[in-house]
Structures are given as structure tokens and as C-alpha cells.
């Protein structure tokens, strides 16, 4: 079924257009990756999705009875929050204020929701921990978790991977792939190509103008796709001489 | 001590002092644990210094009413500042600097040209540092003061969570459809209300210590938002209390006493923090 359509979509701000003619739909559990270079309209094109700011041109459709503020989001993590004094239970509840409105509280079924996230994610015994003493990964399946209480239906993940090391960057990706197997609908914001050729269903490429969108098989026939792989070959060869 | 004390509290200026004392000590350390976790610390010390040129102007117009000067300008300044920190031409700590130090040189410049006191040294003193202004308030300023303790207090039992939210993280915030920056501009209005208003009690150069001691001595300590809050409010509370019990007794400035003792309180929950929680 149909999540999300984006017809003949321009983007950009202060009337600087960054993308022209962007096409794509996002159909429920599939998992696209986004692709592109750093500074190609990849942060305007989450902040569009999120409804934070209208497109220039064309229309972002909304199907399956999905709003904007019900796409759980991820966002990269910011400085201000590595010495936060706030605990994981209080980050895990606040991914339901989508719901709550003016209301000055959380339900019981609010809270239920938060419990139940932590525990599908294996953090439930941190409830109490002080989220600036967690690990890098551990911060990350909590903020996961606060964005799984947002939605039950699509996740918007922006470079969930950064700065983390190979073995939970590997655990994290796991996650995310469990996640969509139980029907939840993700979009993966990376320029980790080896990861999207790995995990993704569907690959839309942008650099400035879409290169491409469409299945992951046939991302990789297409010359950009080739020569991405290539690339991702030659970076580990050259990874592998270092050691 | 305790008879001193008792003849002090006959007077009605002397309970009106505490009050207001205690009142603004908690407004400001309930905005300060989200000005300090949002990098904000110094707007408090950039608008009381603001405060301060509005408040010469003011004077130089010969205006009863003062306020009605300084707390539009002081408001004005605050809106301009958190829009600079997202401006990048001038970065948001320079520009920052800029509006603080130049009202302040604005201020006491024009103070000294135009003004008519024939005390000026006395008159800046008291601006800057507060000294005895807090025990010169009347029956009007101890009201307003009330009223905006209990807006402030009313705006964080209603919005709490929200103002969690966009204080962690703002992205997320506004891709959950909160308006993070409405309560940007909410908290940064109230700020610059308190500021004005605190200036009675510390003077402009002393206000930000009013914002920042509570918040991060309790920092020091406690790991969640709703403990740092809470904590911040009751060390902001004691602090004042005991710093003008202490003034009122040394025969000490108001103001530099209550900054001393949460110097002092910062320091005992720094030491409690590397004893103790061993961090």
C-alpha cells in the first residue's frame, strides 16, 4: 500500500531551488536509502518529509492515513545532548507528544507504549540511567526508541550510524532491518553505500538533481550504481592495506 | 541574632524584600536549567546589561515609570538575539557581546552626560550591583512580581514536557509538530520580563548568576530533567533566603551575598559530585 508520494517535487529555501523534478513513493515496509553526496538536498528533503518545510514545487502526498508529525524520526545527535542530565525515560516518553496535544501529562497508554518500545529494543533495565552515560549505541537505540513511539508506521532515520564502531554499527543495522520485517516502513538517510546495497529494498540516489530511483538490482545495473560499488570495493581494499 | 532578626521582619519593606527575593531567585532558576542545557547562558547577562542602558535612558527622560522603557527594549533585545543565533553573518556569542558590552558603555555614557542626579557614581552602583534598591520596593513592584512568578510557574507545570523536548533535542521536537520556535520566543520574553524585574534585587551585572549557579550545582548531581529542575529550584530558594538573612545581618549588599552563597553551594555539590558519585 501506498505511505508516500512525491510527484515532479522541487525543494530548496530563500528561493535557492536545490533539487528540480523528484520523483519517488514510498509504499508500506519498504526501505529505501536515500543516497547522495554531503550538501546535494539531503537534510532539505528530511525536513520537507517532516513537513518542516513546504516544497517549491509539487506536491508530497500523504497515504495510508500518515501525517508528517507521525514519521518517527532520528535525528543525527547534536553536542548539546551528550551531557544532557535527562533520563532514558523521560527521552523514550517524549517521543509521544505527537499525540498529547495541549494536555499537560502522558497517559497510561503512553506510558505502556514507552515501556513496551524499550523493551523491543533491549533497553528497559536503563529506564532509570542518566541518557549522558550511556554509550554511543545505547544512546542510539533510545532515541530509536523515542521514535518508535512517534510512529507505527514509518521511520525517517538520518545517518543513524555516525560515529559509532563496526560491530554496533552492525547491531544497529540488524535492529533496523527487524524493525521493517515487523512491517514498519523505513527511510534511511546514508552515504553508506555498502550498507544500502546490503539492507535496502529501494534506492533513491540525489546529487542536485535525482540520478535515480527505483529497486535496489536495478540501482546496481545503472552506471552511478556500478561505479558506486566500485568505489565502496576500492575504499575497502584500501582500508584493507592500511591495516 | 534571633531578636535581630525579629525587629528586622517588624518592618514591612523587610518581608517584601524576602518574598520578592525568593520569588525571582526561583523564576530564574527554573529558566535558567533551559537556558544553560540550550548554550543560552549569557543571554541573561546580554539582556540585564540591555536593561541597564534602557534603564539610563530612562532616567536621562526623567521618566516616572521606567519600566515603560526598559522592558519593551529589554523584550525587543531578547527576540533579536535568539534570532541572531541562528544568523550566521555574525556568530550568535560575538554578536552577543557586542549588544552587552555597547549598552553597557551606551548606558553609563549617557548617565554621565545628561544626567541630572548629582550622585551618579551612586546611582550606576546601584543599577549594577542591586545594593539596597531591593528594600526600596513598594507595594506595585512586590505585585508584579507575584504575578510573574506565577506565570512563569504556570507555563512550566503546563508545558513541561514540551519545553523537555525542545530543550533535548529541537529537531525532533518540531518533526513531532511542536512548535519549537514559539517556545523559543515564549521563554525568551519571559527571560528578559524576569531580568527587568530582577534588577531590584541583584542589579544587572549580578542577574545571570541568578540563572546560571542553581542549574548547574545541581547538575553536578542529579541525572534527570525533573530532578535537575526540582533541585535547581530549591538551592535557588535557600540560597536566597540565606543570602539576605546573611546581608541583613553583616550589614552585606544583597545582591554579591546571595551570588556568594551559591558560589559556596556550587561548591560543596562540585565536592559532593568527585567524593561521592565519583564522576
Not at chain 2, 535568539?82 to 558603555?105: F, T, Y
Request: charged share 15%.
Amino acid at each position: 500500500m501506498l505511505q508516500l508520494k512525491c510527484q515532479d517535487v522541487s525543494l530548496g529555501y530563500e528561493g535557492k531551488t536545490i533539487i528540480k523534478h523528484l520523483n519517488f513513493q514510498v509504499g508500506a515496509g519498504d526501505y529505501l536509502y536515500i543516497v547522495g553526496e554531503n550538501g546535494t538536498g539531503k537534510s532539505t528533503l528530511i525536513k520537507t518529509l517532516l513537513g518542516l518545510r513546504p516544497p517549491l514545487e509539487g506536491e508530497i502526498e500523504f497515504a495510508d492515513r500518515l501525517k508528517p508529525t507521525e514519521i518517527g524520526y532520528l535525528p543525527q545527535q547534536t553536542q548539546i545532548q551528550r551531557d544532557f542530565p535527562a533520563s532514558v525515560w523521560e527521552v523514550v516518553l517524549s517521543g509521544n507528544l505527537n499525540t498529547t496535544g495541549l494536555r499537560p501529562f502522558y497517559k497510561k497508554a503512553e506510558k505502556e507504549r514507552a515501556e513496551m518500545n524499550m523493551e523491543k529494543l533491549g533497553i528497559l533495565d536503563y529506564k532509570k540511567r542518566c541518557y549522558r552515560d550511556l554509550s554511543g549505541g545505547q544512546q542510539q537505540r533510545v532515541l530509536l526508541a523515542r521514535a518508535l513511539c512517534a510512529t507505527g508506521k514509518m521511520l525517517l532515520l538520518d545517518e543513524p550510524v555516525a560515529g559509532l564502531d563496526p560491530k554496533i554499527t552492525n547491531e544497529m543495522y540488524e535492529l533496523i532491518q527487524k524493525l521493517n520485517q515487523e512491517g514498519i516502513t523505513i527511510i534511511m538517510v546514508s552515504h553508506d553505500m555498502a550498507a544500502a546495497c546490503k539492507y535496502a529494498d529501494h534506492i533513491l540516489h540525489i546529487a542536485h538533481k535525482p540520478l535515480f530511483f527505483g529497486t535496489k538490482e536495478d540501482y546496481l545495473k545503472t552506471d552511478t550504481g556500478k561505479a558506486f560499488t566500485e568505489l565502496v570495493k576500492m575504499e575497502a581494499i584500501g582500508e584493507d592495506e592500511d591495516d | 541574632m534571633i531578636d535581630r532578626l525579629s525587629l528586622y521582619f517588624q518592618y514591612p519593606f523587610v518581608k517584601y524584600a524576602l518574598l520578592v527575593g525568593v520569588l525571582i531567585a526561583l523564576c530564574c532558576s527554573l529558566l535558567g536549567v533551559t537556558l544553560v542545557l540550550k548554550r543560552f547562558s549569557f543571554i541573561g547577562d546580554g539582556l540585564s546589561h540591555v536593561a541597564f542602558g534602557a534603564m539610563a535612558v530612562a532616567a536621562v527622560l526623567n521618566l516616572t515609570n521606567q519600566m515603560l522603557v526598559v522592558f519593551p527594549i529589554t523584550v525587543l533585545a531578547a527576540v533579536l538575539l535568539l534570532r541572531g543565533s541562528q544568523n550566521k553573518k555574525i556568530k550568535g556569542d560575538a554578536s552577543l557581546a557586542m549588544i552587552s558590552v555597547g549598552a553597557l558603555a551606551l548606558g553609563y555614557l549617557l548617565l554621565n552626560v545628561f544626567s541630572t542626579s548629582t550622585n551618579i557614581a551612586g546611582d550606576v552602583c546601584t543599577t549594577l550591583f542591586g545594593s539596597t534598591s531591593i528594600l526600596t520596593l513598594n507595594l506595585g513592584d512586590v505585585w508584579l512580581c507575584i504575578i510573574m512568578s506565577v506565570v512563569v510557574l504556570v507555563m512550566f507545570v503546563l508545558f513541561y514536557h514540551k519545553i523537555f523536548a525542545v530543550t533535548f533535542d529541537e529537531s525532533f521536537a518540531k518533526a513531532t509538530g511542536i512548535k519549537a520556535d514559539s517556545y523559543n520566543l515564549m521563554l525568551s520574553v519571559i527571560t528578559a520580563a524576569i531580568i527587568v524585574l530582577a534588577m531590584k534585587l541583584v542589579g544587572s551585572l549580578l542577574i545571570s548568576a541568578l540563572i546560571i549557579f542553581p542549574p548547574i550545582s545541581a547538575m553536578r548531581v542529579f541525572k534527570s530533567f525533573w530532578l535537575v529542575m526540582a533541585a535547581s529550584a530549591v538551592i535557588a530558594v535557600v540560597c536566597a533566603v540565606a543570602g539576605m538573612l546573611i546581608s541583613i545581618l553583616a550589614a552585606a549588599p544583597v545582591g554579591a551575598t546571595i551570588v556568594a552563597v551559591n558560589i559556596v553551594v556550587f561548591l560543596l555539590f562540585s565536592l559532593f559530585s568527585v567524593v561521592v558519585l565519583k564522576q
